[in-house]
């Protein structure tokens, strides 16, 4: 007896082991998509930020905008405004308020009002009004708006009554509408903003997010994952999901395992050479769409030898884009010729006037009598959009360069280091790129190379020139579109002449998700939308 | 007895000063400012500093400078952290239940497996199984368990897609951290899922449980097979066998646990790289235990987070290696003699 | 039951010849002395034999397979990593950088450990205890937590794993030294030898010593696999050798990024530090069974 007991005990386990792996039968997983993120949000308002990071955890989830752009984006539709109107001289802006939308609620906040003008006006106070007990607050400051001159556009913003408000500008502005449906353009609540500012906490509103969006911030692990639960007031249409995990994995690789293991169902910024990889699993999808964005190479020119022009046109003609292309996007991008991208409206396609050609490089460099020339490159330790690789690519442009007899180090920090640096500007030339925020052809000129971007730190060229300045805002103030065009290309035409920097490419968007996920549109400028996002049921294979 | 035990928990305080010594000295040396070393605080505001210098006693010589540093760091002070400016022993306390889980379970595993083939390796007489044994164990001694980890998520993980390879469990489970312990928590949880959830949470121990059990499993059966044929050479089990008993019941119920004395003395000295096979393991496999909180902070220089993982982690090992020797020594009547002996 | 010789053969081997007949039966223990010496003329030879430069990146050929595999191409023997370096050169590079690095740091370790253990063996009473007490303290700590604390002080790099798995091995020494010479300084045939009037140098190096090598031999072995196996670990988690580096461990590191489009990346590396401590073992494992009807 007692041997069988004996022998009974270890089996007795084993079954109840086998049973509560096996037998437990039918899975029920809450009904929800985790999206594999590739780092932390900085912040949960994308006022205060350009990262594309920030903006997928935070504008489309968390909060809406005045505007939004429709499906194609071709034309804009309502969003927390339900009508709009231009004045005949295009310097008012008139928005009628949409009613009865609620905030989110969390620990530290319950709304008592719904949404009113009040809000807008806090949202853009806090930006354009320097005394603004808010304007200071997480320390940060506008960069999106600082680069357009928002504070300098905008004269006043009038609340007419509780459901409607009218922007004044200080002159003509095409690109107004556009940039109030960017992502920053989000509307916070002025109430939650009081209530903390009174608390002597004003930073929690832009950590411990409030908006109006389809989701609210339920929890964030720094490192770990951001939860999203879905708004069941919002005035829209309804959240398909009921929660939304970001999973912070920094890895490309770590990402495209756990998608692969199910662990996520999208995925952020997968490489292109991963193919081969997605399509040996079936359940795996990617997306791509030609992006509106561009990866340049920008010079210091503020800082000797980069100031000089001849040898700014030297270096151009030094790189091998093509081989940039092969190796680094494998073949998801074109190669850049200017700043705007073929799946812009402006683009005009040109022939690429600064083409691969050392003996070129060779010959401008002696012409400018410089020898033995040495400089930095910074390289963004992170991936993005617009450059998968930034490290490869300045390897590569290092070996170029080699080969006209320049010598290259290469120089990288820790990405929230390099991005202080960068603002102290202490780099000769710096490897970094532009994703837009919308599909207005200004977003690639205004914010990157003109006055205003050089005093929001955004210019990484450190350059302005005052006839692009003009040339830019006449385009600004151009409503007819054939005729903007043509600004642009002669636009593009200075910054050809001027180098003060090296378009290298315009790579696809690409999103990696499960079969078992619908995603509708996927939009080339911006950031990512799970409003509309659907779990479909897949039949079980057999 | 008193005596015995007197002497260990001398032994026990001895080692954890000098460990403690050690990781003050080492302290004193890290490139940054000691009060920013020792408190976290990066840029104290005047009350802070004087705080500072206050509780470490930075004013003074450097024996008072260490035991102030001890009294603070074992009354739990063990500082912020510089990355996410959280108490450290709050992190400690969420990461620590984590790899215990992984370790125990790892553990088991090996015994589970270990013990059993141990004992077939000692019965068997013939030079092929002795010689395979020793292949398997000395390859499992050699083998980098980093590399290990990554092929088997490679192929269970990637290619198979059998197993989940990174995490504790799917994000989509929001479990109420109880005990910590994340297969306790799940089957404690309240929702619906969650049974569902605790069989997510047991595929995702699975890997990193294995990988991490290959160490002490060949461990064991090493000792297991050396001790077995001693054991079996002895003249009570003839004895035994001589009254007619089973081979089983001789096997089973009078060698196995004498043999088991020397397997659990190994597992006692395996102690210590078996921690850092696990810190290996947890970076792999993404587990949020104390490991990959150690490594992420020394990414990160976050120097009071890479104190207090090292001091839990070998005053952990101090008092567990100590732990098994008591346990080895009652257990073990040839020892009982240093027990009572004055 | 062998069959006893009636007559003692005229010559019986040295305890070295002894030593060499036990571990030349078994065919494990040479096989792994072969690969042994195979590995230590590759340090001494590896570059020279290598193909390729070890950072010689050939944008022509990123990501090529092994030379086997159909995609592969014989120029490149192992394949190629994600910069198109050659792998088999890095492989021969990286025996000096792992092997090389871990045979130096044992030596040094050993002869640190060495000193202080038969120092601490010869003494007694609280001295030894105290030092005891403090190897007790310092073995408690993984050998990985001592080379973390050590590179958050000096930083990462190759220079500073020396350091961390030198200060982590030598406690290891001075341990097996101390207790090896304490069991000897007990035993009666050195009660002998001190009542003949030898003085403590003279009972040390004539009388104990002799009978301490083999435990000497038997954890610099071990010590020269689990130093392989640190500091292999220690560039995985890019705590040691640097990018570029062609360190095994470190290969591995950056191999992580192709882990799934380019298995071969890790496998390769992977293979070797598991074929390099797998021989040593193999050597350590047939010296202890050699060494053990000796010392019995």
Request: proline share 5%.
């Amino acid at each position: 007896m007692r041997v069988i007991r004996e022998r009974w005990n270890p089996l007795a386990l084993l079954c109840l082991l086998s049973f509560l792996v096996t037998a437990c039968g039918e899975l029920n997983v809450p009904s929800g998509i985790v999206y594999c993120s590739e780092g932390n949000p900085e912040t949960f308002n994308p006022q205060l930020i350009t990262s594309g990071t920030t903006i997928d955890a935070s504008s489309n989830q968390l909060y809406n905008r005045l505007i939004d752009y429709n499906d194609d984006s071709s034309d804009y539709s309502a969003a927390l405004a339900t009508d709009w109107a231009v004045s005949d001289d295009g310097l008012q802006y008139r928005f009628t308020l949409r009613q009865d939308v609620q905030f989110h609620y969390n620990n530290l906040f319950s709304p008592s009002r719904n949404f009113n003008a009040d809000d807008v006006i806090f949202s853009f106070a806090r930006i354009i009004n320097t005394e603004h007990p808010y304007h200071l607050v997480s320390r940060t400051g506008y960069p999106f708006f600082q680069s357009i001159d928002f504070a300098n556009l905008v004269s006043k913003i009038e609340k007419i009554n509780d459901y409607e408000v009218v922007f004044h500008l200080a002159n003509k502005d095409a690109s107004f509408l556009s940039n109030l449906a960017t992502d920053f353009a989000v509307i916070l609540s002025a109430e939650y903003a009081a209530q903390q500012l009174a608390a002597g906490t004003p930073e929690n509103i832009d950590y411990f997010a409030i908006g109006t969006g389809p989701f609210y911030l339920a929890e964030y692990a720094k490192n770990e994952y951001i939860r999203f639960k879905r708004n069941q007031y919002y005035w829209g249409e309804q959240a398909k999901i009921d929660l939304l995990v970001f999973d912070i994995t920094r890895k490309s690789e770590a990402r495209l395992a756990k998608i692969i293991t199910r662990d996520c169902q999208v995925s952020a910024l997968p490489k292109a050479n991963e193919l081969a990889v997605i399509n040996k699993h079936k359940h795996l999808e990617l997306r791509t769409k030609p992006g509106l964005n561009v990866a340049f190479w920008a010079f210091n020119t503020q800082k000797p030898p980069l100031d000089d022009v001849r040898v700014r046109h030297a270096l151009a003609h030094a790189v091998d884009k093509q081989n940039i292309l092969n190796v680094v996007y494998h073949d998801t991008a074109v190669a850049a010729s200017g700043m705007l991208p073929p799946a812009s409206w402006a683009y005009t396609e040109t022939e690429d006037a600064k083409h691969y050609d050392p003996e070129e490089a060779k010959r401008l460099l002696k012409e400018a009598g410089v020898t033995n020339l040495s400089f930095d490159i910074w390289a963004m330790p992170v991936v993005r959009i617009y450059n998968p690789n930034a490290l490869k690519t300045a390897e590569l442009i290092q070996a170029d360069l080699a080969n006209i007899g320049v010598t290259v180090n290469i120089v990288s920090y820790d990405w929230s280091v390099f991005t202080q640096k960068l603002i102290s500007s202490e780099y000769d030339s710096v490897l970094i790129g532009w994703n837009a925020d919308n599909t207005d052809p200004d977003n690639f000129f205004t914010p990157l190379l003109s006055c205003s971007a050089l005093e929001s730190n955004n210019n990484r060229s450190r350059w302005c020139s005052t006839e692009l300045d003009t040339l830019l805002s006449q385009a600004k103030e151009t409503l007819s579109k054939p005729e903007r065009k043509r600004l642009y290309k002669q636009a593009e035409k200075i910054i050809h002449e001027q180098v003060p920097l090296v378009n290298i490419a315009h790579a696809q968007k690409l999103l990696l998700k499960n079969t078992n996920v619908s995603i509708k549109n996927v939009n080339p400028y911006g950031g990512m939308s799970f409003s509309g996002v659907e779990l479909i049921k897949q039949e079980v294979q057999p | 007895m008193w005596r015995y035990l007197i002497r260990r928990l001398n032994l026990f305080i001895a080692t954890s000063i000098v460990m403690m010594a050690v990781l003050f000295f080492a302290t004193g040396m890290f490139p940054v400012e000691k009060g920013y070393a020792l408190t976290g605080i990066q840029f104290p505001t005047e009350e802070q500093q004087v705080q500072t210098v206050e509780d470490y006693k930075l004013d003074k010589n450097q024996f008072s400078q260490f035991y102030a540093y001890v009294t603070q760091r074992l009354s739990g002070n063990l500082g912020i952290s510089v990355n996410s400016q959280q108490d450290v022993a709050e992190e400690l306390s969420a990461v620590l239940p984590a790899s215990f889980e992984l370790s125990l379970f790892a553990g088991c595993i090996a015994v589970f497996f270990g013990v059993p083939l141990g004992v077939l390796a000692s019965l068997s007489s013939s030079k092929p199984v002795q010689r395979s044994i020793l292949a398997i164990t000395l390859t499992g001694y050699s083998i980098p368990v980093f590399w290990l980890g990554l092929t088997l998520a490679l192929w269970f993980g990637v290619q198979l897609e059998w197993l989940p390879i990174s995490g504790q469990i799917n994000l989509l489970y929001e479990i109420e951290p109880v005990t910590r312990i994340m297969l306790i928590d799940t089957l404690l949880s309240e929702s619906s899922y969650s049974m569902s959830a605790f069989k997510d949470a047991l595929l995702h121990i699975i890997l990193p449980a294995v990988t991490l059990a290959v160490l002490p499993f060949t461990v064991v059966i090493r000792i297991t097979r050396q001790a077995m044929v001693t054991v079996m050479t002895q003249t009570y089990i003839r004895a035994a066998e001589a009254r007619g008993l089973s081979t089983y019941r001789i096997l089973i119920r009078h060698a196995l646990p004498n043999a088991l004395i020397p397997v659990l003395k190994a597992f006692g000295l395996m102690l210590g790289s078996f921690a850092s096979y696990g810190i290996i393991v947890e970076v792999i496999f993404a587990w949020p235990g104390v490991g990959s909180w150690l490594i992420n902070a020394i990414y990160q220089r976050d120097y009071t987070v890479i104190q207090a993982g090292i001091l839990s982690v070998s005053l952990l090992i101090i008092f567990l290696s100590i732990m098994i020797e008591l346990l080895h020594t009652t257990i073990n009547p040839i020892n009982r003699k240093e027990l009572y002996a004055d | 039951m062998p069959i006893k010789k009636l007559y003692q053969e005229e010559q019986i081997d040295s305890p070295l010849g002894q030593l060499w007949h036990a571990f030349a039966s078994n065919p494990f223990a040479v096989a792994g002395l072969w690969a042994v010496i195979f590995l230590l003329l590759l340090v001494i030879l590896g570059p020279l034999l290598a193909p390729f430069q070890p950072e010689l990146q050939n944008p022509d050929a990123i990501l090529l397979p092994p030379s086997w595999d159909q995609a592969g191409h014989v120029s490149h023997f192992l394949g190629t990593d994600d910069l198109g370096r050659d792998l088999f050169s890095r492989i021969l590079h990286g025996v000096r950088l792992t092997f090389g690095m871990s045979l130096i740091v044992v030596v040094c370790a050993l002869v640190v450990g060495f000193i202080i253990g038969s120092l601490s063996g010869m003494m007694r009473g609280l001295k030894s205890s105290i030092l005891g007490h403090l190897l007790d303290a310092l073995l408690s700590i993984p050998s990985l937590l001592l080379a973390i604390l050590v590179v958050a002080v000096t930083g990462p790099g190759l220079s500073n794993v020396f350091w961390a798995v030198g200060i982590a091995l030598t406690p290891q020494f001075v341990r097996a030294i101390h207790q090896a010479v304490h069991e000897e300084l007990q035993k009666e045939y050195v009660t002998a030898a001190k009542l003949d009037g030898a003085s403590q140098i003279q009972i040390f190096w004539y009388v104990i010593m002799p009978n301490v090598w083999d435990v000497v031999i038997i954890q610099t072995t071990i010590a020269i696999s689990v130093a392989i196996l640190d500091i292999a670990a220690l560039g995985f988690l890019n705590l040691g050798a640097q990018a570029p580096s062609s360190e095994w461990g470190s290969m591995i590191y950056q191999g992580l990024s192709s882990l799934l489009i380019a298995p071969w990346t890790i496998t390769i590396p992977g293979l070797a530090i598991l074929f390099t401590v797998l021989s040593i073992n193999l050597v350590g494992d047939g010296l202890r069974s050699a060494l053990a009807p000796i010392r019995n």
